[in-house]
């Protein structure tokens, strides 16, 4: 079944504690992710990735960190997380830029709670 | 810079029809997206358009005119489930993903 995977579905944890989130697809996607969404301010692109080893700012990238050095996985990654970093995050894969922009498909989401 | 517009709530009645509007200024254009979401739930998507004119899709209808920099998503034979968030989401040239904040559609009996 094609699906993007993202771990955990839930976190709570403490200001300051770094921390990572998973994500994982199984449909060869070269295009990849990641998004926050949050109350009034809609879903907002934090980063995304054309191909392995090539990432590229969104609109909110500011404390978070990718890696993408394998074409199926995504990581995402909170060095120093703050309260301001709680918020509902979705990965997402597609096809993007294979002159084919079929719709991304969404992971699950992950509710991360930072106190 | 980007900005997308399309409006916060809209309310209409079961069996009707309900137009959402969705305005956008990008950096260059790769298409437009629209998606439904349930609320704590991953938007599913509805339609995509990247050339002028009118894409139909059973009940769900979406209009692009890249020159005005306008699109709408056209639900017919409303139904309780349509209840939703609908987001609207432009590909730029650089392949970014810009969504607008979602427009929440209530249906009532």
């Known amino acids: 079944e094609a699906q993007v995977t993202q771990n955990p579905r839930y976190l709570i944890t403490v200001t300051g504690k770094k921390l990572t989130v998973t994500c994982s697809q199984n449909?060869?996607?070269?295009?990849m992710s990641w998004y926050r969404q949050d109350p009034g301010l809609g879903l907002r692109q934090i980063y995304y990735?054309?191909?392995?080893?090539?990432?590229d700012k969104g609109d909110v990238p500011e404390g978070y960190k990718v890696s993408r050095k394998e074409k199926r996985n995504f990581p995402l990654i909170l060095e120093s997380p703050s309260p301001n970093q709680t918020s509902l995050y979705f990965c997402?894969?597609?096809?993007f830029g294979r002159g084919d922009n079929q719709p991304q498909h969404f992971g699950d989401g992950t509710r991360l709670s930072i106190l | 810079g980007q900005n997308i517009d399309q409006p916060t709530e809209m309310t209409a009645t079961e069996g009707a029809i309900v137009q959402i509007n969705c305005t956008y200024q990008?950096?260059?254009?790769?298409?437009l997206f629209w998606y439904q979401q349930h609320a704590g739930e991953a938007p599913t998507f509805l339609s995509y358009?990247?050339?002028?004119g009118l894409e139909e899709k059973g009940r769900f209808s979406s209009f692009l005119s890249r020159s005005k920099g306008y699109s709408y998503l056209l639900l017919k034979e409303l139904q309780m489930k349509d209840s939703a968030s609908y987001l609207c989401?432009?590909?730029?040239?650089?392949?970014?993903?810009?969504f607008g904040k979602g427009t929440s559609l209530l249906v009532t009996p």
């Open positions: 997402a894969s597609s096809l």
């Open positions: 990008t950096s260059g254009f790769n298409g």
């Open positions: 990735s054309m191909n392995v080893e090539v990432t």
């Open positions: 358009n990247v050339l002028d």
């Open positions: 989401a432009v590909l730029n040239s650089g392949y970014a993903l810009n």
């Open positions: 449909m060869n996607h070269e295009y």
